[in-house]
């Protein structure tokens, strides 16, 4: 005879199904927009690489020895940083929508707000990291 535990709280609902469904579908967006983002970098550094060295490519204003390597980290740096930051982001959405404390609405506009302003303080926080390491 197996005995029922009292259950003390909300039983549980097919919801739980579609929450589990909802965080999958948006990991999968998450990445796939990262590797939007890191496949950008990428094709920016190769064109770089690829033009010749006296016209310079699309980031070294021409100056291949002085300002290519250093162009090309801040983009590569800046690409890192943002797809770090975008996803501690993301971490810390999941967990507040664990706990309850924030909403399906609320996490994707704060996911939103996250990536825009990123797309903005990567490279400019690149850019001094790099300077600062010269």
Same mark, same amino acid.
């Given at each position: 005879?197996?005995?029922? %535990?009292?259950?003390?709280?909300?039983?549980? $609902?097919?919801?739980?199904?579609?929450? $589990?469904?909802? $965080?999958? @579908?948006?990991?999968?967006v998450?990445?796939?927009w990262?590797?939007?983002?890191? =496949? =950008?970098? *990428?094709?920016?550094? &190769?064109?770089e /690489?690829?033009?010749?060295?006296? *016209?310079?490519?699309?980031?070294?204003?021409?100056?291949?020895?002085?300002? %290519?390597?250093?162009a090309? *980290?801040?983009?590569?740096?800046?690409?890192?940083?943002? &797809?770090?930051?975008?996803?501690?982001?993301?971490?810390?959405?999941?967990?507040? @929508?664990?706990?309850?404390? &924030?909403?399906? @609405?609320?996490? @994707?506009?704060?996911?939103?707000?996250?990536?825009? /302003?990123?797309?903005?303080?990567a490279?400019? /926080?690149?850019? $001094?990291? =790099?300077?600062?390491? %010269?």
């Amino acid at each position: 005879m197996r005995l029922r %535990r009292p259950w003390h709280g909300r039983p549980p $609902t097919p919801r739980a199904d579609l929450t $589990t469904r909802t $965080t999958s @579908r948006r990991l999968i967006v998450h990445l796939v927009w990262l590797a939007v983002v890191l =496949a =950008a970098a *990428g094709f920016l550094i &190769a064109s770089e /690489l690829g033009a010749p060295c006296p *016209g310079g490519g699309p980031i070294a204003f021409g100056d291949c020895r002085a300002v %290519r390597p250093f162009a090309i *980290g801040v983009v590569a740096l800046a690409a890192g940083l943002y &797809a770090i930051g975008l996803s501690a982001v993301l971490w810390w959405l999941e967990g507040l @929508r664990a706990r309850r404390v &924030a909403d399906a @609405r609320a996490a @994707r506009d704060w996911y939103l707000l996250a990536g825009g /302003l990123g797309l903005v303080v990567a490279p400019l /926080l690149a850019f $001094t990291i =790099a300077s600062a390491l %010269r």
